[in-house]
């Protein structure tokens, strides 16, 4: 591997999970990208070998069917985006003219009869999305899913801006950015729809609720640096990830930031169980489910995150780790130097959780 850095196994005490039928829905998701061409040929052909429907099928492992194949399908239409606009396109190192493009598609996103971008295959996908989502999920599911699209969205413009000067943000800046460019808030809604419940917005805005899915989003997006870093850094082009971050502002070579970033990730997983079992104990039954759905989405990237070809690479093979292991390399209850999420530490008391007594009230601020 260029850079001889091994990607060590990592802490995951989660179990794994998948839906029985996920080789279907790889087959799905295919045929779902041939119909409505998203992507270049060249992207388009990648992506369906990326079995983008068996980690829907890890997200969601007792989930409902059309569910699953619809987040499939929106997960691949978002490495459309993420892939085929920003990281390998021209807009995205053209913030001012990215900005245009991602509000025309969001508009498509919240009212997918408008008449704009007939000919694109990005928006024909996006208006296929919305209607199935339509079926599964709630009005104010949608509207969310819409509003963690502009907050996507946003980050993204915000990744290209550094892109288009070639300059790497500082760790609090990455840290804040990639909550939201990793794509994992748009895919909330969706692990709602797909067990049929809706969690109530005095528990999902709850701090220490929004916490826990922020912690989600940070183990996913640290562990996608990890496994995504030989595809990124021998792509021969500006790549962001935190191993980079902490190279370029730490002053450690690769294999030094690689450690420093799995003792983050640890340190964030810790606080997470933690935090899951102190929520658990008290929030009602949505707030549980909402919770392993968190739990589930967090080992589905790690399971897919080292077997999926987008990342193993066959044609230049990475060094990735075939297991995981079941403890920490850092267990410290010390909040991370990182002033955008610090506060973490806050939601979660010293001490063992509560007796699982009062549910449904204990909930607050
Ligand atoms: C992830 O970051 C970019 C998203 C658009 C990927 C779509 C995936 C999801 C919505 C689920 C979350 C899963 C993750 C983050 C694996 P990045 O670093 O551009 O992804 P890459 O695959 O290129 O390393
Ligand atoms: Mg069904
Ligand atoms: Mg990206
Ligand atoms: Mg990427
Ligand atoms: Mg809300
Ligand atoms: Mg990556």
Redesign the pocket.
């Known amino acids: 591997m260029e850079h001889g850095v091994l990607v060590p196994p990592v802490y995951s005490p989660i179990p794994p999970a998948i839906h029985p039928r996920h080789e279907h829905f790889d087959r799905r998701t295919a045929a779902w990208a041939q119909e409505f061409g998203i992507g270049s040929n060249a992207l388009r052909e990648k992506l369906i070998g990326h079995e983008i429907g068996t980690f829907a099928a890890r997200i969601l492992p007792d989930g409902d069917e059309e569910v699953i194949a619809l987040l499939a399908d929106f997960?691949l239409w978002?490495?459309g985006?993420?892939?085929g606009h920003c990281?390998e396109g021209e807009l995205g190192t053209d913030p001012k003219e990215l900005v245009p493009e991602l509000s025309r598609l969001l508009r498509i996103a919240q009212n997918p009869q408008v008449p704009m971008l007939t000919d694109d295959p990005l928006a024909a996908g996006l208006r296929d999305l919305r209607r199935r989502m339509e079926l599964h999920g709630t009005p104010a599911q949608l509207a969310r899913w819409v509003d963690a699209l502009r907050e996507y969205f946003l980050s993204v413009v915000w990744e290209a801006s550094h892109r288009s000067k070639g300059t790497v943000p500082d760790l609090n800046d990455y840290t804040l950015m990639r909550l939201y460019?990793?794509?994992?808030s748009?895919?909330m809604p969706l692990l709602e729809m797909g067990r049929g419940y809706e969690l109530q917005p005095h528990e999902r805005d709850d701090t220490a609720v929004r916490a826990a899915a922020e912690m989600a989003y940070f183990i996913?997006?640290w562990d996608?640096?990890l496994f995504?870093y030989h595809?990124?850094s021998r792509a021969q082009q500006w790549y962001l990830?935190v191993v980079r971050v902490l190279e370029h502002h730490h002053g450690m070579d690769p294999a030094q930031a690689m450690e420093t970033a799995v003792a983050q990730r640890d340190r964030v997983m810790c606080l997470f169980l933690r935090l899951q079992a102190r929520l658990s104990a008290t929030g009602s039954p949505q707030l549980r489910q909402y919770l392993d759905s968190l739990a589930a989405f967090i080992r589905a990237?790690q399971d897919w995150?080292i077997s999926s070809r987008?990342?193993t690479t066959p044609e230049d093979p990475a060094d990735l780790p075939t297991a995981f292991r079941d403890t920490p390399t850092d267990d410290s209850t010390e909040p991370l130097d990182i002033p955008a999420v610090s506060w973490w530490w806050d939601t979660v008391p010293e001490g063992p959780a509560p007796a699982a007594s009062h549910r449904g009230s204990a909930l607050d601020g």
């Open positions: 997960v978002l490495f985006v993420d892939d990281e460019d990793g794509a994992t748009v895919v996913i997006t996608n640096d995504s595809k990124e990830n990237a995150g987008r990342y």
